[in-house]
Structures are given as C-alpha cells and as structure tokens.
C-alpha cells in the first residue's frame, strides 16, 4: 500500500483545525493534536493517525464523546484527586489529570489521579513522558472495552489496558515502557487490517478456544463477543498468560474502583443495541525523585542500568539490545525532519475530514 510522507506543520495544522471543526475548543485541539501526533513521531503507528477520524472525529459525530471536556474535580487531598471527564477528550482530561498529579508531587513528593468518565486518551506514554520531562517517575493505566479473554477463558471481558512506566535518564531519551497487558492491541490490529495483513497465531482466540488469524473477521469478532485476544504471555499457562491476565486485573481495579467508575462488561460502548459513550477510567502518577536522593542522582544510576543492559552477551544474529524508549527515539530522529507516512486508507480520510469540515484551504501531496 502506497505511503506519502506529509510534513509536520500541515499535519498538525490539519488535525487541530479538525478537532476544531467538531466543536473542540482551540487550546484544547491543540493538546489533542499533540498527543496523537506523539504516537507517529515514536513510529506508534496503532495510536496515531490511523485512529484520527475512526477513533475521534467520528465519535463526537455520533453524540458519544463529547468536543467540550467539562473536567470536574469530584474529591482532593494534598495528594490525591479523583476527577470525572464527563465523556470529553481523552487526550485532554489525561494532560490535567497528570499535570495535576505533578503539580502534588511538586509539593509533597507523589501524586496521584484517578479518573472516570473519560474517553480513549491516545498514547499513554505521553503522559508518563510529562512527569519524565518535570524530573519525576510517571505511571498511568486506563481501562478499555473488553478484549481480553482470562486465562482458561475464551470470553473477552478485560480491556487492553496498559500499564505505562515512564522516568528521565542521563542519556539523549528517556525511559518508556508503553504497552497493553494482552498480547497485542486492537489498534494493532486494525493497522493490520489498513495493510491487509493476517493477525499472527496465537495473539487472538476463539470461542472455540482455537487461534484465529483473519484480521478482518477478528476484528467484528471482538465486538461480538466470538473472539478475544490472549493476555500477555499468550494462551492459557504454557507461556505465562496468566501474568498478563493479573496485570490487565490490576490496571482494570485502579481504573475504576478509586474513582468508583465502570469496568469490564460495562464498557463495551453498546446499549440495547446503540452506541453509547464508553465511560473509561484512568489513573495518573507521579513521583518526584528529588523527594529521595535528587534527580541528578537518579539519572545517571537509571541510565546505568540500561547502559549495562545494552552491553550484555547478544544473542547469535543480533547486533544490538534495546531499553524501553530507545528504538522511539531513533524513529523521531528519521522522522523529526521528513513528517509521518500516511497510508492510503488514512489519506482517503483525511480528504473526507477535510471536504465535511469545509478546509478547503489545505492541499495534500497524495492529490
């Protein structure tokens, strides 16, 4: 499938206007085009424009996520915070939220947000690479709707549901670990579909408690119910399934039980039939580490430990080791002067954002 490079400006142009066409606010647009740009700046292609129109502008189109993020402050502490979202953006209910959670462990050395009512937030690496930025270690999670299958099951009942760890290091990128608690992500596979790939076997079950690799038919599966995706480690105990299942429960419990939100069946975003918003939850972290020995101190050991991770004894036709955030950065550095590939399927949809919305003012490379 035939890709054409469009440049950073227009792109970020394109995408704030966009959002501002359906009703979000300007300075709010503006955090909602920067979170999901970061996806195609770290080659996160799952979570970047590929989810521009199906994911956001076509959700406040059907009345189930709302363009204007009323974000109200349910109960505080010095430390603490549980906000509800009131089904606005994601994207900008997840930079108060952590922006709050910083802003605690400024003053008392952790803070901590946790979320309901909230929609899909973009790339959670994006906040934790916030409190990163601020010298502080960032954590968050967010439910989703169900897509995992438990161990010993073939229903899917928890969501993707990422447990994302984020600190600064001495070197040129930080630390980011940013990955679901299946063993892969719907977004995946619906980049896999855009490309016309199969889905691996063994990332995906049935109900017949069989792999399946039709990603197309995968995909309208998951949403009846008739497949699941394996949690992390794959299917049943063999590879350890059962880790990623007990992480996914984890970040399913903060994700709604501190801020007395939904969870599991309640978020698959149908009702009677509709589509209804799908009221997820998040959680936010933050920890200062001038609180324990100082920042400085913390980089140099934190890039320490990955430095001699790197240098470890590689394994027979590999030449190099990778930590968390390293292969991003060299992505960015490919990127940061050229723009982000656009696939057909995303160019056909950013030609019908832009003739429904009247911006008529931009020209694209692929007309």
Request: proline content about 4%; overall charge negative; glycine content about 10%.
């Amino acid at each position: 499938m035939a890709k054409i490079v469009l440049d950073w400006k227009t792109l970020y142009d394109f995408v704030e206007d966009a959002f501002v066409g359906v009703g979000v606010p300007r300075e709010d647009a503006k955090i909602c085009a920067d979170v999901l740009l970061e996806s195609d700046k770290r080659g996160i292609e799952s979570h970047g424009v590929n989810r521009f129109k199906p994911i956001y502008i076509d959700r406040i189109n059907i009345g189930i996520q709302n363009p204007v993020t009323n974000f109200e402050i349910i109960r505080e502490t010095p430390t603490t915070a549980v906000v509800d979202g009131h089904d606005g953006m994601g994207q900008v209910i997840g930079y108060k939220s952590m922006q709050m959670a910083i802003d605690k462990a400024k003053e008392y050395g952790m803070g901590m947000v946790a979320v309901r009512n909230s929609c899909h937030y973009g790339i959670a690496g994006y906040f934790t690479s916030m409190a990163s930025k601020a010298g502080m270690i960032g954590i968050t999670g967010t439910n989703a709707r169900p897509s995992i299958a438990p161990t010993f099951a073939v229903e899917n009942m928890l969501g993707t549901n990422p447990l994302t760890i984020g600190f600064p290091t001495d070197e040129d990128f930080d630390f980011s670990l940013d990955c679901a608690t299946s063993i892969t992500q719907r977004g995946k596979l619906e980049y896999f579909a855009r490309i016309g790939q199969d889905t691996p076997a063994g990332m995906v079950i049935g109900r017949d408690g069989k792999a399946k690799t039709n990603t197309e038919e995968i995909l309208v599966e998951l949403n009846t119910g008739e497949a699941a995706l394996a949690p992390l480690g794959g299917i049943g105990e063999e590879l350890a399934g059962y880790k990623g299942y007990g992480y996914a429960t984890v970040v399913e419990v903060l994700s709604a039980a501190l801020q007395q939100g939904n969870f599991l069946r309640m978020l698959t975003g149908k009702k009677d039939g509709k589509d209804v918003p799908f009221h997820l939850g998040h959680f936010f972290i933050a920890i200062d580490t001038e609180a324990f020995m100082g920042l400085e101190e913390f980089k140099k050991t934190a890039g320490d430990i990955l430095r001699d991770l790197r240098s470890a004894q590689r394994a027979p036709g590999h030449d190099r080791i990778f930590t968390a955030g390293e292969k991003e950065y060299e992505v960015w550095l490919e990127r940061k002067d050229s723009g982000v590939p656009i696939n057909e399927a995303v160019q056909a949809e950013f030609l019908q954002v832009r003739d429904s919305l009247g911006l008529s003012k931009y020209k694209f490379p692929w007309e």
